[in-house]
T-cell receptor, first 116, second 115 residues
Framework: ELKVEQNPLFLSMQEGKNYTIYCNYS?????LYWYRQDPGKSLESLFV?????AVKQEGRLMASLDTKARLSTLHITAAVHDLSATYFC????????????????FGTGTLLAVQP | GAVVSQHPSRVICKSGTSVKIECRSL??????MFWYRQFPKQSLMLMAT?????????EQGVEKDKFLINHASLTLSTLTVTSAHPEDSSFYIC???????????FGDGTRLSIL
C-alpha cells in the first residue's frame, strides 16, 4: 500500500523566514504534485515534478524531487502572510506494467501559518 | 477559468436524505473522473474512480451501495450519497485528469452537512 507522509504537520513561521516541508512516499513513482488549499476551498495546483532531480520554482516556493530517496521538498523563501494555507503533496502510483494510474494518493498535509 | 464545475457547493439536509453532487468537465471530455472525500483537518482520500459508460471503481472500504456513482456522458459524473447520516458530513471534491502529465483539474468541492 502506497503511503505518503509529510512533515511537519503544522508549521508556524514568521514573515521573512525560510523553511522546508518534506514529503516522503513509500513506493516508486515518477510523478509528484504539490497543491495548496485555502480554508474551505478546493485545491490549487502548484507544481508537477516528473523526474529525478526535477526542480521547479514559482515566486517564493521551490519544489524538488529525489525519486531514489522517494522524497520531495517544498522550500519557502522569505515567507509572507499570503502563503498561509495547507500544502499537500500527492503521488500518482504506477501501474505494475508501467504507465500511471492517474489516481492521486495525498500526503497528510502541512498547515502553514505565517505570522506577521 | 474553471475547467471542472462542481455543484452544489454546499448542502445542508436531514439525516436519511439522499444527496446528488454533479461534476462537469467544461470544454473537454473526461472518460475518467475521480471523487475524493476530505474530513475536517484531514487529507483527501480517494473514494472512487468514475468511468464513462462502465461501472465505477471503488477504493477499499468505500461502500458502493452508499455512494452511487454514475458517469453517463463524457462531461458529467454524479455522486449520490444515499440515505445520508451525520457521519457522511464531509467535503467532497471531484477531479478530472489533465492531459499527459498535467495535474488533475479539481472542482470547487461540495460541503455536505447532515443534521
Amino acid at each position: 500500500e502506497l503511503k505518503v507522509e509529510q512533515n511537519p504537520l503544522f508549521l508556524s513561521m514568521q514573515e521573512g523566514k525560510n523553511y522546508t516541508i518534506y514529503c516522503n512516499y513509500s513506493t516508486t513513482s515518477d510523478r509528484l504534485y504539490w497543491y495548496r488549499q485555502d480554508p474551505g476551498k478546493s485545491l490549487e495546483s502548484l507544481f508537477v515534478l516528473l523526474s529525478n532531480g526535477a526542480v521547479k520554482q514559482e515566486g517564493r516556493l521551490m519544489a524538488s524531487l529525489d525519486t531514489k530517496a522517494r522524497l520531495s521538498t517544498l522550500h519557502i523563501t522569505a515567507a509572507v502572510h499570503d502563503l498561509s494555507a495547507t500544502y499537500f503533496c500527492a503521488v500518482d502510483p504506477p501501474l505494475n506494467y508501467g504507465g500511471a494510474t492517474n489516481k492521486l494518493i495525498f500526503g497528510t498535509g502541512t498547515l502553514l501559518a505565517v505570522q506577521p | 477559468g474553471a475547467v471542472v464545475s462542481q455543484h452544489p457547493s454546499r448542502v445542508i439536509c436531514k439525516s436519511g436524505t439522499s444527496v446528488k453532487i454533479e461534476c462537469r468537465s467544461l470544454d473537454f471530455q473526461a472518460t475518467t473522473m475521480f471523487w475524493y472525500r476530505q474530513f475536517p483537518k484531514q487529507s483527501l482520500m480517494l473514494m472512487a474512480t468514475s468511468n464513462e459508460g462502465s461501472k465505477a471503481t471503488y477504493e477499499q472500504g468505500v461502500e458502493k451501495d452508499k455512494f452511487l456513482i454514475n458517469h453517463a456522458s463524457l462531461t458529467l459524473s454524479t455522486l449520490t450519497v444515499t440515505s445520508a447520516h451525520p457521519e457522511d458530513s464531509s467535503f467532497y471534491i471531484c477531479s478530472a485528469p489533465g492531459r499527459g502529465n498535467q495535474p488533475q483539474h479539481f472542482g470547487d468541492g461540495t460541503r455536505l452537512s447532515i443534521l
